[in-house]
Nanobody, 114 residues
Framework: QVQLVESGGGLVQPGGSLTLSCVAS???????VGWYRQAPGKERELVAT???????NYADFVKGRFTISRDNAKNTVYLQMKSLIPEDTAVYYC?????????WGQGTQVTVSS
């Protein structure tokens, strides 16, 4: 089973930007990949998903601010985040799905605070 490792989280001021990376242990070219987040005391929620083909799906709260992309040659999925607000503070998780097998990374903390 593929393993996923996220990185790129940290502390950023409101209005700032971060780019998260998710590196897979092997090719995920056929997988649906995505980013989710979980804030303290809240359930995990979808941020964006990117299928192998087809349209990208973004949560309403990130449209226009976040961009998901993938580099299949590097087995890597990215989440570019801009115009960050305190409400974006959460642990961000990478996800890869193939058929009925779903794999999660360990998460990376993003904190938006002045």
């Amino acid at each position: 089973q593929v393993q996923l490792v996220e990185s790129g989280g940290g502390l950023v001021q409101p209005g700032g930007s971060l780019t998260l990376s998710c590196v897979a242990s092997r090719s995920i070219i056929s997988h649906i990949v995505g980013w989710y987040r979980q804030a303290p005391g809240k359930e995990r929620e979808l941020v964006a998903t990117l299928p192998r083909g087809g349209s990208i799906n973004y949560a309403d709260f990130v449209k226009g601010r976040f961009t998901i992309s993938r580099d299949n040659a590097k087995n890597t999925v990215y989440l570019q985040m801009k115009s960050l607000i305190p409400e974006d503070t959460a642990v961000y998780y990478c996800n890869a799905q193939l058929w009925n097998v779903v794999t999660w990374g360990q998460g990376t903390q993003v904190t938006v605070s002045s």
